[in-house]
């Protein structure tokens, strides 16, 4: 198991142990499980906008107590804070006082969750000041919270409004289980585009999906949840690890394609085995990495170059592939990593390659902007695997307790939960963005 | 001809420990017709359905409701044997070697079947290098003739008065036939054949007993090299005639090359000739040194008219 | 008659998958028959997504098989991850037991009785069943017999000491006690096969399983096991001249005239491979690709044990009978896989059909069979590159001509297979 501190802490002996030498007392995160609630207790709105009104509506249909102005007694699974109508930064005070005593309330596990607008090119000082304070706000909370709870922001582009299919998934998404180890994070959405699932907990029956890199790791974790969700999987993996790709393979009754995704014929030949064997394909999650740490100082072609080819050199060169074959109302999600957004010592080669990605699903995005077309991007922080377990100790150690927010490192199947959300239909409305699946780590800021 | 019956079958132990004996004795030279007009007889015989078993075990060989050739060899030896360790024997029987068995197995024997077993010695005669003799051994079923073979043995540097050894004939060098089989003997073979068929001659069984006779190692016994080229030659379901001429002893452990050749190719010595169609010709030789351990041939007798009477 | 099997449906093959073949006591040492079945079979379950689904009939076996495993092929497919719904049954049939299996199968999905079946076969030298000595096993079964104490005892007392020693499967003919090689080894002579002519058959072997590896070709063929991506065996670097150095290892009693080294023999190796067939229904119902059509195959014997016949020419016999029923010459293919038990087989077998003596005498032709062009021979390497886990080569071979026919998009693949016993089997894959 991937933590061995965690299980350790959560032991009575252990937590006071971890109490009396001042190590930190990471617990264990509420993770999504299929037909459990939402959240854990009452959710309570603030905010005094129609968007406000609007969501405390949204979230009685989806059966949750609501509360507005005070929490009362209750224990709160989530508190929504609605700042759409803030337009200088004295506007964020009475939304920022009725918050602070309902934290105190907040359940372990729970939730805070700002809706607002992001700050735009052209905004007044004043309302960029106020839009930009919301994250400030949020992100500060965000490490307040204790007890596995996070806090997130959603951000309407325009007078976008949870109308939106992909405003009311986001709000599911960071409000459940699946979003427990993003925090501090903004999900922004630009367009009124996306379907929302028919069944919530199954969103991508029928969908047909490719994950690259699918032998271990977050890799089979993704093919896992993809696969819990409904999809019918490919799952793709260097011949080398077939062994271990083939068990993924009958563990999530998918099909295994034994193929090295530098080949310049791999996107083809995964669009084809899809279309063959499946008859679509609807999701294409570019997972398959590499790690070559070296100081740059000490770097050689070998290194560097198999990082770029394997991270982004290959996924650019699939994703012409898949235009190539028509494929238009593809779902394509990358594995980023919080390296390519900080830097990481020893790791130019990947936070270059990694940082491509960002910039590749950036620029990508218009191009795959009609129907439920879309492409996005996940950037991992700290996950538990056989590639971080590479790390030396102290770093890893580091990295896991101190730096996050949550206290812990992630797990697999944290980055997966985040990947089949952005590969729904009902995420099409955000586009080109880069989440973080990090627990709020300071590495990226 | 007198006719001894004996009670019992007897045991090859006590005549090998009674010729054992009797072997103080040094036997130089023999007369013509110095052999005793005596046949040995043991009747109502049952074979040993385990002895049977363990022999087609140990040949590898599968257990058939007929008794193979040299088993019944080995149910009628003793009774051989029993005169050739009779005191007025004149040969001594440590030390002789068999030189050859001719075999007429007139028609398959079931194991269920009462046997008569009958023997004797005839036609003392000069060999360049001593003196030879004929077994004859017969098994009846009844009065049916069932099973008929003659051993010729000899006695090494045995003179037989009035008679001058005949010049050693120059042997034909010996070409091999395309190998078709491999035996690997190990050094328990000897012993192993001998537990099943009661055959204890100590030249057979271990390294000590064979140096004790005079030889450097133990050698394999005649009738175990007979019964494994049977195995792959002779027929089933009919009778047959076989024969085998034995060279250059089989040490063990050792390894013998071995051809089953269409028609007879020995060239051990002028042998047989049977070029009679369905027969089968075998030999069995040294690889390293390219000499011959032994020859031999089988017909079935369903083929060959001219041994058939008194078959089917 | 032939005819009437082919007024029957195809049975067309699908794909295959196999675990790279180890040299023995190397790579796979601890893993069971059992084990590496299950891995060639669950890597084409992945392949295929067959994961719980109910397959008409699985077909293996092995050539050295442990008493236990007496229902092998059964106990993979419960380990696997098909349905445990899925019947299964062990095939023994020496080096034809891999092949039988597929050519069984696929005429029961030919007159209907199956919609899908899965052949294949699986060995390991390295888990080779030691058995105790047929003396202690004797006296082991009378003690089990015995009904008192005193009985037991005296089924002991029966008990020597070199009766404990095991006992462990030779590669020996038992009729002939001569080993494959030895057999194979007269054969070459009889035939007059150079060794060049043996270390040409063999460096090609290499350099094309090389080249097929390098073009990608296995990937959708094996899958990984126990660290090992690519058959162990395989020397791409493998050329006549290094060849040529090696020191014969068979027929050392033909003195100067022995060619057969360890270089164009085939080495013990461990592996399994598995081969998915189905009717055209079946195929299209489930998505699945259809590579090739599994003709027809033969079965023939020889006398070896008289000498008559070399051991492991059976395929020459077998494939003129199969010809002749098909309508087909020697000439009418595209591919020939001829398994490369030792490069003196292929090359006897090939020079046996162009003798017209052999071809008149021995298989009753009017005119020899004739050459084949010797580029269309093992394209991506065979037996003596790749190993030979005996069950495990029939499966390798189907699911690797059908794929290149499949590629060539046409034409006809013939594979002949020689095994232990004197007994051959070939069989006629042609492109869809």
Known sequence: MADQYLDFANTPFGRSLAKRLGLPAPVRLRRYEQGAALIPGAAMVIGSSELARTTGELLLGWGLEVRTHDAGHAKLGAIVVVLDDVTTPADLSPHALTLSPALKRLAPGGRVITIARPEQDGDAPELAAARLGVTGMLRSVAHELRGGATANGIELEGSLDLS???AQAALRFLLSGRSAYVDG?????????????QDADRPLVGKVAVVTGAARGIGAAIARVLRRDGATLVVVDVPQAGDALAKVANEVEGTALQLDVTRPEAGELIAAHAKERHGALDIVVHNAGITRDKLLANMDAAKWDSVIAVNIESQLAMNRAFKAAGLDQLRIVSLASTSGIAGNRGQSNYGASKAGVIGMVRASAPQLSSGVAGINAVAPGFIETEMTAKIPFATRAAGRLILPSLQQGGLPRDVAEAISFLASDSAAGINGRTLRVCGQSLIGA | MQTVVLDKVPALGALYAQA????????RRVAPGSLPDVSAEAREVRISEESLIQYQRLLGDAVREEVPSVFLHGTVFPVALWLLARKDFPLPLLGMVHLSNHVRHLRPVRPSETLTLRAHARDLRVHRAGTQVDLISQVLVGEELVWEGRSVYLAKGVSLEGSSRPEAEPHPDFVPPATTGRWRLDATTGRRFAEVLGDFNPIHLSLVSAKLLGLKRPIAHGMYLAARALKSAAPHGVGYAWEIEFAVPVQLPGSVEFALTSATQSSVGPGTSDEEPGSVGFVGWDARKVRPHFAGSVVPLALAATVGAGTD | MGQNLSQNRPAVVIGGNRIPFARANGAYVGASNQD????ALDGLVARFGLQGQRIGAVASGAVLKHSRDFNLTREVVLGSALSPQTPAYDVQMACATGLETIGSLADKIKSGQIESGIGGGVDTVSDAPI????????????????????????????????????SAPGTDEPRTGLSMGEHQALTTQRWEITREAQDELA??????????YDRHFFDDLITPYRGLAKDNNMRADSTVAKLSKLKPAFGKSLGDQASMTAGNSTPLTDGASAVLLGSEEFAAEHDLPMLANFVDYELAAVDFVSGEEG??????????RMLARQGLTLQDF?????HEAFAGTVLSTLKAWEDPEFCKDKLGLDAPLGSIDRSKLNVNGSSLAAGHPFAATGGRIVATLAKMLHEKGSGRGLISVCAAGGQGIVAILEAR
Not at chain 3, 147 to 162: N, V, Y
Not at chain 3, 203 to 212: E, M, P, R, T, V
Request: zero cysteines.
């Open chain 3, 203 to 212: 460096a090609a072997s290499h350099q094309n399983l090389a080249a097929a």
């Open chain 2, 20 to 27: 054992a004996l009797g072997a103080t004795r040094r036997v």
């Open chain 3, 311 to 320: 051991l492991l020419m059976a395929p020459a016999y077998a494939v003129p």
């Open chain 3, 131 to 166: 058995a105790v000595s047929d003396d202690l096993r004797n006296v082991l079964l009378a003690a089990g017999r015995a009904r008192s104490l005193k009985d037991r005892l005296a089924a002991f007392a029966k008990l020597r000491p070199r009766d404990l020693a095991p």
């Open chain 1, 185 to 197: 994070q903004f999900l922004r959405v630009d367009s009124q585009r996306g379907v929302l699932p």
């Open chain 1, 164 to 166: 939106a299919p992909s």
């Open chain 3, 36 to 39: 590496m079945m299950t891995a």
């Open chain 3, 334 to 338: 595209d591919f020939y896989e001829i």
